[in-house]
Each structure stands twice: as C-alpha cells, then as structure tokens.
C-alpha cells in the first residue's frame, strides 16, 4: 500500500537557523511526491514537487530531492524566517491515481 | 477571490443530526475532491468527481456519508446520523488535470457534541 511517514513535531528553531523535516514514503512504482503547507487559518497549499527520481523540488528557498534508493524526500532550508511558521505534509501520488497520501504533518515554529 | 471555496467554515451538531457541505471549485477545474483531516493527522482520501460523475470512494466513506456534484461544478457532501467520531476537518480541492496541483479550500470543521 501507500504510505508516507513524516518527523515528528513540533519542530522550534530560531530565525536564520537550518531546517530539515524527513520524510519517508512506501509505494509500488513510481510515485510523485509533494511538500504541502498550511499556514495558520490558511488552507493547504502546494510548496513543492518532484515526479521522478533524482528530481529536486524548489521554491521560496525550501528543497527536497526525490531519492528512490531510500525513498525519502527530506525537505530543507538554509535559513528559516519567522513568517515559515506553519504545518509542513509530505505527501505522494500514484501514477494514475487520483488521490493524494498525507504524512501526519509536522508544526515548524520560528521565533525571533 | 478566485480559489477554492467552502461553507460553512464551521459547523457545530448534535450527534444523530444530519449536515452538508459546500464546496466551490475553481471554474475551470473539472476534477474535484474531498479529504478529511482529524487533529494530529494528514488528509485522507474520501471521494473524487470528474465532472459530474464520481469515480471513486474511500472505504472511510461510510453508507452515511453522500457526495455530489450534480451540475459539474459545486459538490456537497452530506453526512447523516451524525456521530461524534466524524468531528474533523473536511477539506475539498479541485484540479484541472490527472497530474496537475491540487489547490485545496480553507475546509469546513465539524464539530459533534
């Protein structure tokens, strides 16, 4: 079956500090994998994507490198601001499927 | 405001009670979905619309949970008898394509007493 396993929150890191949250996934094939982000009273939205191995995913200095050899796709970034406060999903999609397969979520919180 | 839409964004019942759900997709999406979300956890997969028709359903959605979208477009998403275990979060997102973003709505939260 699907599944995706995220790290555990929450997560509290001071501003300009490194931030890595691991994912793990399981899936026949060859799925596409996703960071979603929800910040708070906001609704989920796409950070970034990667459809094949090896593919990294970029945006607003967030990345994550999609490694079918240990099928994981961590998300990082090099310096975290306050306004990055929010719940981070990994998340996977079948090839073909419809439906997208959520990790738990992790709460990241930045303070000055 | 041209996203996702949902109503109510709240919703408090009492058990045994029935509610339903609007969403509002953005109009040009024809594939439209449904999530829920309880505390502490990720979405999960209800049900999926292309157009109107719907192609496929969760097993977590029980004999009392219905979905549609009859025209293509809006969908509801009605639970009856209600019980306090379907307190969650319920999420709608749209997309245009099989392997296109889905944006996602800000969520209806249920609440049963």
């Known amino acids: 079956g699907n599944s995706v396993t995220q790290m555990e929150g929450p997560v509290t890191l001071s501003e300009e500090a490194f931030l890595t949250i691991n994912c793990t996934y399981t899936?026949?094939?060859?799925?596409?994998l996703f960071w979603y982000v929800q910040y708070p009273g906001e609704g989920l939205q796409l950070l970034l994507k990667a459809t094949k191995a090896d593919d990294k995913g970029s945006n607003k200095g967030f990345e994550a490198t999609y490694r079918k050899e240990t099928t994981s796709f961590h998300l990082e970034k090099g310096s975290v601001q306050v306004s990055d406060s929010a719940v981070y999903f990994c998340?996977?999609?079948?090839?073909?499927?419809?439906?997208?397969?959520f990790g738990t979520g992790t709460r990241l919180t930045v303070i000055p | 405001d041209t996203g996702v839409s949902q109503n109510p964004r709240h919703k408090i019942t009492k058990r045994g009670q029935n509610v339903t759900f609007r969403c509002d997709p953005i109009s040009e999406h024809n594939r439209l979905y449904w999530y829920r979300q309880t505390l502490g956890q990720g979405p999960e997969f209800l049900t999926y619309f292309q157009n109107e028709a719907q192609l496929e359903k969760s097993r977590l959605l029980s004999d009392r949970f219905s979905a549609e979208r009859p025209k293509g477009s809006f969908s509801t998403l009605e639970i009856q008898r209600t019980e306090q275990g379907d307190s969650a979060m319920y999420l709608c997102?749209?997309?245009?394509?099989?392997?296109?973003?889905?944006?996602f709505g800000p969520g209806t939260r249920l609440t049963v007493l």
């Open positions: 899936a026949t094939g060859y799925p596409s």
């Open positions: 997102a749209s997309t245009s394509g099989l392997q296109a973003e889905q944006f």
């Open positions: 998340a996977l999609s079948q090839t073909g499927a419809n439906n997208l397969f």
